[in-house]
């Protein structure tokens, strides 16, 4: 039996991987500037990857084939694939969205005190969380594949060609530290836009600096981004400023010793 499925698995990936070709494009906005994460899935086979920093994908593939694009906040896209030697360049469309009022607050620049004053902001989005708020949509994302739930799979005779694959190419771990990173990104963007720049530049870091900073702040103290994930801009900032003076020592150590050199 273990024979058999094993020829029938070898059968199909023969079949998979001799069949299939390369589409490669771009994905772009109506102004011609990059857009990168965009979700590609080739609906023919089901496979599914996301444009690079680039804007660049690249997915298997055969003539006739519909690609479809999908990024949040822009029109969904769907192309026919007519020449496999081409570049599939995709234009996407942004929906239009409402701006929701911007309230300024001033700040001392004391991290320690403005986290204080910021604390009825906390207040105001947990509010909005009891009244029942829905949350915003989640990124679509593939779901990476896991070597547990092949094999397991496998053994019931259900081989999950394209899950093999992503695990054979060392794509499957590419995507998880992709995840990673986005995700800590997104942490990064979080705080900044609820932190002048200004802030930081005070306590002696460059404004280059700052994400760098941050992410070293999230390695610290890793109970920060569950703050940001909580919303509670009060205690990141506490955090953070009890990290403050360790980064500073460090960026003037090191330019000290560059200046030496």
Avoid at 138 to 164: D, H, I, M, S, T
Wanted: charged content about 35%; proline content about 4%; aromatic content about 10%.
């Amino acid at each position: 039996m273990m024979r058999k499925n094993l020829a029938v698995f070898f059968f199909f990936l023969t079949i998979y991987f001799f069949g299939q070709q390369k589409i490669t494009g771009k994905t772009l906005s109506e102004n011609d500037m990059i857009v990168a994460s965009v979700l590609v899935v080739n609906i023919s086979n089901d496979q599914k990857v996301y444009s690079n920093s680039l804007g660049e994908f690249s997915i298997d593939g055969s003539e006739k084939d519909e690609i479809r694009f999908v990024k949040k906040g822009y029109e969904r896209a769907s192309r026919k694939v007519v020449d496999v030697e081409s570049s599939m360049n995709v234009i996407l469309v942004r929906i239009p969205e409402e701006i929701e009022e911007v309230e300024i607050i001033s700040t001392t620049g004391d991290l320690a005190k403005d986290s204080k004053r910021l604390t009825k902001i906390d207040k105001k989005e947990q509010l909005q969380k009891d009244i029942g708020l829905p949350k915003p949509p989640e990124k679509p994302r593939e779901v990476p594949a896991e070597v547990k739930k092949v094999l397991l799979a496998a053994a019931f005779g259900n081989v999950n060609v394209q899950a093999v694959y992503d695990l054979i190419s060392g794509k499957s771990r590419r995507q998880k530290r992709w995840y990673k990173y986005e995700d800590m990104q997104d942490d990064i963007l979080w705080i900044r836009k609820r932190i002048d720049d200004d802030d930081f530049v005070k306590d002696g870091i460059p404004a280059e600096r700052i994400p760098e900073f941050l992410e070293f702040s999230f390695i610290i103290k890793p109970e920060i981004r569950s703050y940001v994930k909580a919303k509670n801009i009060s205690r990141v900032m506490f955090n953070l400023e009890s990290v403050l003076p360790i980064y500073v020592d460090r960026l003037k150590t090191n330019n000290n010793i560059v200046d030496k050199k």
